[in-house]
């Protein structure tokens, strides 16, 4: 069974940064493309970016909000992805959502506030 | 960056009613589309992927159609559970973007 379990959403200042873990059990991250995306409280999806597997280039793709704060990784042997989220803005508030590349299978979703 | 463009916005039925939802691109996207159910505090849930083809487990009351620009999510006979919120999503090119949501409400 895959799951995916997301952790590290927290209260952080504007201007601060975060890292959000994404760990995976069922599925090996490094063999897939994985996408993160965000949900402003009360508002809509909102695709955030995503890394490609290594054969395919293990390059990154980010919406045009978030490029150049965000950065995501893996780490292989602990089989999780990653959201490093520098200069955070307010508008940055939204619960993550790690995804696998087919969109099938979501972690549970981790809680961002950006607020002084 | 693609538009995805839903409607209606919300929609009030009744169980056993056929429900229809809309999504538009603003340009063409082929068969490259997604349907998601979304219901409150949770994740998302893919009920139809590449436009038409039905996500393993989901009921068959759920179908998609449609290429190019214009797509349709419908559910033929509306159940208690499926009052939610519904969202298509185009995996065309990125930023992938999403329609902005249509909820289902009882009537």
């Known amino acids: 069974e895959v799951q995916l379990v997301e952790s590290g959403g927290d209260l952080v200042k504007p201007g601060g940064s975060l890292r959000l873990s994404c760990a995976a059990s069922?599925?090996?991250?490094?063999?897939?493309?994985m996408t993160w995306v965000r949900q402003a409280p009360g508002e809509g999806l909102e695709w955030v970016g995503r890394i490609k597997t290594k054969i395919d280039g293990g390059t990154t793709d980010y919406a045009a909000p978030v490029r150049g704060r965000f950065t995501i990784s893996r780490e292989d042997s602990k089989n999780t992805l990653y959201l490093q989220m520098d200069s955070l803005k307010t508008e940055d508030t939204a619960v993550y959502y790690c995804?696998?590349?087919?969109?099938?299978?979501w972690g549970q979703g981790t809680l961002v506030t950006v607020s002084s | 960056d693609i538009q995805m463009t839903q409607s209606p916005s919300s929609l009030s039925a009744s169980v056993g009613d056929r429900v229809t939802i809309t999504c538009r691109a603003s340009?063409?996207?082929?068969?490259?589309l997604n349907w998601y159910q979304q219901k409150p505090g949770k994740a998302p849930k893919l009920l139809i992927y590449?436009?038409?083809s039905l996500q393993s487990g989901v009921p068959s009351r759920f179908s998609g159609s449609g290429s190019g620009t214009d797509f349709t999510l419908t559910i033929s006979s509306l159940q208690l559970e499926d009052f939610a919120t519904y969202y298509c999503q185009q995996t065309y090119s990125t930023p992938l973007t999403f329609g902005g949501g249509t909820k289902v409400e009882i009537k």
């Open positions: 995804t696998t590349e087919g969109f099938d299978y």
């Open positions: 340009q063409s996207i082929s068969s490259n």
């Open positions: 590449a436009a038409s």
């Open positions: 069922g599925i090996t991250v490094s063999n897939v493309w």
